[in-house]
């Protein structure tokens, strides 16, 4: 069973910085790529960024570009700057069905979620 599990969500101020980071057991973590998403209220959960298995390639939803870094390691992080009120919502991590893929965008094509962290930006 994998399991993947948020953390590094808060509150904070327009034009701050948090780290978001998620712990992944249970899978062979380096055969797959990972995402991040994210839902906010009454909205659908939308991609944010993903990288793929070796770290080699990364990609980004538009509304992000420059301000968010995703990064891998031992877990899988997302550096967030310059946040913004828009920003506002429940971050989850996110493992695809197949291994050696291109992170996908669509929710569709992921088999593993964490439960999240809730990410607050204050104007």
């Known amino acids: 069973q994998v399991t993947l599990v948020e953390s590094g969500g808060g509150l904070v101020q327009a034009g701050g910085s948090l780290r978001l980071s998620c712990a992944v057991s249970?899978?062979?973590?380096?055969?797959?790529?990972m995402s991040w998403f994210r839902q906010a209220p009454g909205k659908e959960r939308d991609f944010v960024a993903g990288i793929t298995w070796d770290g080699g390639m990364t990609n980004y939803a538009d509304s992000v570009k420059g301000r968010f870094t995703i990064s891998r390691g031992n877990t899988v992080d997302l550096q967030m700057d310059s946040l913004k009120p828009e920003d506002t919502a429940v971050y989850y991590c996110?493992?695809?069905?197949?291994?050696?893929?291109?992170?996908?965008?669509?929710?569709?094509?992921?088999?593993?979620w964490g439960r999240g962290t809730q990410v607050t930006v204050s104007s």
């Open positions: 996110a493992a695809p069905r197949s291994p050696y893929i291109f992170p996908p965008i669509h929710e569709s094509e992921y088999a593993d």
């Open positions: 249970g899978r062979t973590f380096t055969k797959y790529g």
